[in-house]
């Protein structure tokens, strides 16, 4: 599997200096909130939608038991840790992006419980037995690609490759959703991921044809 379709590099993931992330999350934490900048109408569902939440009364930290590509993890973290630095520092997946790290470019986007979501914006607490699928746990067993893997390869939907994880999450997402009835539909449902290349014909071209292949 190539690197931009793996989602495979060697950042530390790290929030550029001067940048509180802490302090957001802790705000983030105190509303409640659980929304990126996807599309409107899934925006309203995700912010309304309910999810367990496992935080100790006046603790710190919290265990935390979720199901992530398949495989079941348990750990012990900080409340205030997000979704994508739990993916990216804790359990080694790095093809979730951190791009904006505030909810604005869509290259952290995960399947949460088969939803999409932007992990910079999710508390891994509020994760508790939920199950996540990232960029990584797309391709079969066997390392035969997704459906839409292959289809951002065959129409060249990406240039340098960093989105692309969080694009094809999302046109998984999509997909699934029935949101591909015209190419109207997807850029309007895909609209909450950025590319900096300029890709969207293309990244349009492949969620169409993956879209067709299976009958969506």
């Given at each position: 599997?190539?690197?931009?379709?793996?989602?495979?590099?060697?950042?530390?993931g790290r929030?550029?200096?001067g940048?509180s992330?802490?302090?957001?999350l802790?705000?983030?934490?105190?509303?409640?909130?659980?929304?990126?900048?996807?599309?409107p109408?899934?925006?309203?569902?995700?912010?309304?939608?309910?999810?367990?939440q496992?935080?100790?009364?006046?603790?710190?930290?919290?265990?935390?038991?979720?199901?992530?590509?398949?495989?079941?993890h348990?750990?012990?973290?900080?409340?205030?840790?997000s979704?994508l630095?739990?993916?990216?520092?804790?359990?080694a997946l790095?093809g979730?992006?951190?791009?904006?790290?505030?909810?604005?470019?869509?290259?952290?986007?995960?399947?949460?419980?088969?939803?999409?979501?932007n992990?910079?914006?999710?508390?891994?607490v509020?994760c508790q037995?939920?199950?996540?699928?990232?960029?990584?746990?797309?391709?079969?067993?066997g390392g035969e690609?997704?459906?839409?893997?292959?289809?951002?390869?065959?129409?060249?939907?990406?240039?340098?490759?960093?989105?692309?994880?969080?694009?094809?999450?999302?046109?998984?997402g999509?997909?699934?959703e029935?949101?591909?009835?015209?190419?109207?539909?997807?850029?309007?449902?895909?609209s909450?991921?950025?590319?900096?290349?300029?890709?969207?014909?293309?990244?349009?071209?492949a969620?169409a044809?993956?879209a067709?292949e299976?009958?969506s």
């Amino acid at each position: 599997m190539s690197d931009k379709l793996s989602g495979e590099d060697h950042r530390d993931g790290r929030a550029p200096a001067g940048v509180s992330r802490r302090g957001f999350l802790s705000a983030t934490a105190a509303g409640g909130v659980v929304a990126g900048v996807l599309p409107p109408a899934l925006a309203a569902e995700q912010a309304g939608a309910s999810i367990a939440q496992a935080v100790a009364p006046g603790g710190h930290s919290s265990a935390l038991s979720v199901t992530v590509n398949g495989r079941r993890h348990q750990v012990t973290i900080d409340n205030r840790t997000s979704l994508l630095d739990l993916l990216r520092e804790r359990l080694a997946l790095p093809g979730t992006k951190k791009g904006c790290d505030q909810g604005a470019c869509g290259a952290c986007t995960v399947l949460l419980n088969g939803r999409r979501v932007n992990a910079c914006l999710t508390l891994a607490v509020r994760c508790q037995d939920a199950e996540v699928t990232t960029i990584e746990g797309l391709a079969a067993d066997g390392g035969e690609l997704h459906p839409l893997q292959q289809a951002f390869i065959e129409q060249d939907a990406f240039q340098c490759g960093y989105c692309t994880p969080g694009q094809i999450v999302s046109g998984v997402g999509c997909i699934r959703e029935g949101h591909t009835g015209s190419r109207e539909e997807i850029r309007e449902w895909m609209s909450g991921n950025l590319c900096r290349c300029g890709c969207y014909v293309k990244i349009v071209n492949a969620v169409a044809q993956a879209a067709s292949e299976q009958g969506s």
